[in-house]
């Protein structure tokens, strides 16, 4: 009986050494091939969005059907994105372009049957286009970003323990850009978007320190969070990256951390100019780095063997790499201040377009600049590079989801009466004399009542999605030896393990119910 216990013990342990080393000494992707990668998410939201308007035109209605809906979103928002980082990633330069092109097939059938039914010529519908009202306190794209990488995080969090999913794609070991590295950043930069700093009216008066107070309530969930983590994986001899964070350190710490100092900075210095406190965090940590022992430390440990003897020691990485989250989160909240500035128009938000292309552009030449003179891109250390990487890939990706608006909001001045959930919907300014509904409540706010969409019932309650994706990856590599998974079996267990996350959402969200107490 003893030798059967010793024998499974054994197993055991060299179960987790093999995962754990399946996960180390890596060294990521190249920016280009994530840059077609991001070009993905945009491109689904803008098929779902054909389909939806496709229907309307040949049946009259939306879709009303939330089975029908979610089964609708998940294949087309959800599955693509699943194949494109396991199967198909040998391939992944050919998946925009087929989607690109199934796109401009259903968009040239509307355009078709449009000109079956009515005569306007198009370039009054591109004028109309451009004089388009939008409602300028709602920005699905925001919306879009947020929940599109909660959803990448979640699928590469279980993705990663299967061969199918390539280790380019996982985190980097010190150098290198992975896709998991780009998520961790644009993670932060999403919560950066919505904080209270950005959604707070400027002309409202406020006491200083009011952000503060309210982020320190606001931040013990994620504390809660990490100490369940840490508690679990200790009990449980998980397997762990312990370079990632550190041997106590992890995600849910850093992301309170992070909010808690950017508040009291915020409330110290002007909010408008955070993008100058977020280069000067960033410019001088990269200082630090190059110019005194502390990345010996960081990589090495306080004697130079890789040592964990004492807390600082132990969670180096967590604690050092706190100064670049926070200036990415800083240059977020600058980015999150400009998108709210009033613009009330389609052509204003062209406009908005080549300024973020302008800015990704400057973002990339200082990049390209920052690893030549100084380090490569590094998650671990959070480095100058980094953040320059993570914001120029994080407004990239805010590009492809405002452009896949507009062109959703030119196709349904195609099909009067369609809509699309999550994007701006046709409305007259407020001032105009023409009634019309839609003005004062346009398609997709969060404030109205629960429609069907998956991209919805996720934004409601994107923490509750993102801790039961934890959880049922802890209980799915507990369960399966994904090392040795079958490409059949590891798409099927990624699936499910989607879908049922997913379908949990939108009952949620079917019953208006949203689990956040603090």
């Not at 397997?239 to 992070?258: I, K, M, P, Q, R």
């Not at 891109?377 to 100058?384: C, F, Q, T, Y």
């Not at 798409?491 to 879908?499: K, P, T």
Request: charged share 15%.
């Amino acid at each position: 009986m003893n030798n059967s216990l010793l024998e499974e013990e054994e197993r055991r342990m060299s179960q987790k050494q093999l995962k754990e080393a399946f996960i180390s000494n890596l060294n990521g992707t190249s920016l280009l091939e994530i840059s077609v990668g991001l070009s993905l998410p945009p491109l689904c939201l803008l098929c779902r969005g054909l389909l939806l308007i496709l229907y309307h035109l040949h049946y009259g209605k939306p879709v009303s059907s939330r089975k029908y809906s979610l089964l609708l979103d998940f294949l087309v928002l959800v599955s693509p994105l699943l194949f494109s980082c396991t199967v198909l990633s040998p391939v992944l330069f050919l998946v925009p372009v087929i989607l690109a092109a199934f796109c401009a097939g259903i968009f040239s059938k509307i355009c078709s049957r449009r000109k079956q039914e009515t005569r306007v010529p198009f370039g009054q519908i591109v004028k109309e286009f451009q004089q388009t009202y939008l409602d300028p306190d709602y920005i699905p794209a925001i919306t879009v970003f947020r929940v599109y990488v909660n959803v990448l995080t979640t699928i590469s969090i279980l993705a990663v323990d299967f061969p199918q999913y390539p280790r380019r794609y996982a985190k980097a070991e010190t150098y290198g850009t992975g896709v998991m590295d780009l998520g961790v950043g644009a993670f932060v930069f999403g919560n950066a978007l919505v904080c209270p700093e950005v959604r707070q009216k400027s002309h409202v008066a406020q006491p200083k320190f009011s952000n503060l107070a309210r982020q320190l309530f606001s931040v013990w969930p994620l504390v809660s969070l990490g100490v369940g983590r840490l508690l679990s994986v200790k009990s449980m001899d998980y397997h762990e990256h312990t370079s990632e964070y550190g041997v106590h350190w992890n995600f849910f710490f850093t992301l309170a951390s992070v909010r808690l100092a950017a508040s009291l900075l915020l409330a110290i210095f002007p909010k408008n100019k955070s993008w100058i406190v977020a280069l000067t965090l960033a410019a001088l940590h990269q200082l630090i780095l190059n110019t005194t022992s502390l990345k010996t430390f960081l990589l090495h440990g306080s004697s130079g063997r890789d040592s964990r003897v004492g807390f600082l020691d132990a969670n180096r990485e967590g604690l050092v790499s706190l100064v670049g989250y926070l200036a990415t989160y800083l240059a977020s909240v600058q980015v999150g201040l400009w998108l709210l500035q009033c613009r009330s128009s389609v052509k204003g938000w062209l406009g908005a377009l080549r300024v973020l292309a302008l800015a990704v552009v400057v973002l990339f030449v200082s990049l390209h600049v920052s690893q030549a003179h100084t380090d490569p891109v590094s998650r671990r250390m959070a480095n100058l590079s980094f953040c320059l990487w993570v914001v120029a890939h994080s407004l990239m990706l805010f590009i492809f989801f405002v452009a896949t608006d507009l062109t959703l909001v030119l196709t349904k001045l195609l099909v009067k009466g369609s809509s699309v959930p999550c994007s701006w919907s046709l409305a007259k300014p407020p001032n105009s004399n023409k009634k019309l509904g839609t003005a004062a409540a346009p398609a997709g706010r969060e404030d109205e009542l629960p429609q069907p969409c998956l991209i919805s019932a996720i934004n409601k309650n994107q923490l509750l999605f993102f801790l039961l994706a934890n959880v049922m990856t802890g209980a799915v590599n507990i369960l399966v030896d994904t090392i040795h998974s079958k490409a059949a079996f590891a798409l099927c267990i990624l699936h499910l393990y989607m879908f049922v996350n997913c379908l949990i959402m939108s009952i949620l969200h079917a019953k208006n119910i949203v689990l956040k107490f603090w």
